[in-house]
């Protein structure tokens, strides 16, 4: 299913009270209408583990 | 076999190279029956043996060379791609690289035996920025006892191959049997997950358009931009929409607790 994350996200918040909304195409579809992007802060970055 | 064996006839070390190399791309045909049958062909001498061992392994090498430069320019995309079937997959990719980071070496060794695994180290190691001379060794070790154990056993019971051969006609009765099971379960795996997630489908969406215009109408105040991807956050250089905010789908109520209610929230991934 496309946007599993977002509309499974959305369906608890939903649930919770939020009025929330899944963004139809997710980051793909805003980059391709040309749409504002910024860098992932570096403080929000996940690092995994690696080799080197 | 039979065919297999007819092919290593006509066209010998070709068509080692190609499967081999097929297989270790990821391509789900099967390499170590082709080295069975080319060791049993170098036990009658249609083929050389260390031609045989040389091809198979450079043929290895090569594919798995191809995966590995794969993972290291692809990054956590290719990871992310592969845990999109997970059960848990905002999990899945921390879990899959914490585990591959304390096994990843032995894995490189031994990963030629176990199928889906085979195709999945290489590109992990690049990801991983293991170095390219330590992943060459390792995968060195593993090609090498991947080949050398198929050759060597098509070698040394090339006249059992023959009685086994014979009695392929029957297996590949059994193989088509477990094939449509294979693909009945898959079907109906599928069908649950329509199902399962069915009510996820009337959540309501909104076109990028529509909300760029929102946006730009200057109620960014009145809405909260969430990113919820499970692998946007693992590469350096990631990009999001602007002014958005990253959202733990794992540690979502937490999260969210003191969220207002009055705004509209919305949220993408991939």
């Known amino acids: 299913m496309r946007e599993a994350t977002s509309a499974r996200v959305a369906h608890i918040l939903r649930e919770q009270g939020f009025d929330a909304y899944v963004i139809h195409g997710g980051l793909r579809a805003w980059n391709k209408g040309g749409y504002a992007l910024e860098p992932v802060p570096s403080d929000d970055l996940v690092l995994l583990p690696t080799f080197t | 076999m039979q065919e297999i064996a007819s092919l290593l006839e006509k066209?010998?070390?070709?068509?080692?190279?190609?499967?081999?190399?097929?297989?270790?791309?990821?391509?789900?045909?099967?390499?170590?029956?082709?080295?069975?049958?080319?060791?049993?062909?170098?036990?009658?001498?249609?083929?050389?043996?260390?031609?045989?061992?040389?091809?198979?392994?450079?043929?290895?090498?090569?594919?798995?060379?191809?995966?590995?430069?794969?993972?290291?320019?692809?990054?956590?995309?290719?990871?992310?791609?592969?845990?999109?079937?997970?059960?848990?997959?905002?999990?899945?990719?921390?879990?899959?690289?914490?585990?591959?980071?304390?096994?990843?070496?032995?894995?490189?060794?031994?990963?030629?035996?176990?199928?889906?695994?085979?195709?999945?180290?290489?590109?992990?190691?690049?990801?991983?920025?293991?170095?390219?001379?330590?992943?060459?060794?390792?995968?060195?070790?593993?090609?090498?006892?991947?080949?050398?154990?198929?050759?060597?056993?098509?070698?040394?019971f090339s006249g059992v191959i023959v009685a086994v051969a014979k009695g392929a006609a029957t297996v590949g009765r059994a193989v088509e049997w477990l094939l449509l099971i294979a693909l009945i379960g898959y079907v109906s795996y599928r069908a649950y997950l329509y199902w399962k997630h069915r009510k996820y489908r009337v959540v309501p969406r909104v076109q990028v358009a529509e909300l760029a215009t929102t946006l730009a109408a200057g109620e960014v105040g009145g809405v909260i931009l969430a990113d919820v991807r499970s692998h946007g956050y693992y590469d350096p250089g990631a990009m999001r929409i602007k002014g958005s905010i990253r959202l733990e789908p794992n540690n979502l109520l937490a999260a969210v607790k003191d969220w207002p209610r009055d705004k509209k929230i919305y949220l993408y991934c991939t």
């Open chain 2, 11 to 156: 066209h010998g070390y070709a068509v080692v190279a190609l499967i081999v190399f097929l297989e270790a791309v990821g391509v789900p045909v099967p390499a170590a029956l082709a080295l069975v049958a080319a060791g049993a062909a170098s036990a009658w001498h249609h083929l050389r043996t260390e031609m045989v061992l040389l091809i198979a392994l450079s043929a290895m090498l090569l594919g798995d060379t191809i995966l590995f430069i794969l993972g290291r320019y692809s990054g956590w995309a290719l990871l992310g791609f592969l845990c999109r079937i997970a059960l848990n997959p905002e999990s899945c990719i921390l879990r899959s690289a914490e585990s591959f980071y304390r096994r990843g070496r032995t894995t490189l060794m031994f990963a030629k035996f176990i199928p889906g695994i085979n195709s999945l180290a290489p590109p992990l190691a690049g990801s991983m920025r293991m170095g390219f001379g330590q992943f060459l060794r390792l995968d060195f070790i593993g090609a090498s006892l991947y080949t050398l154990a198929y050759t060597g056993f098509g070698y040394l």
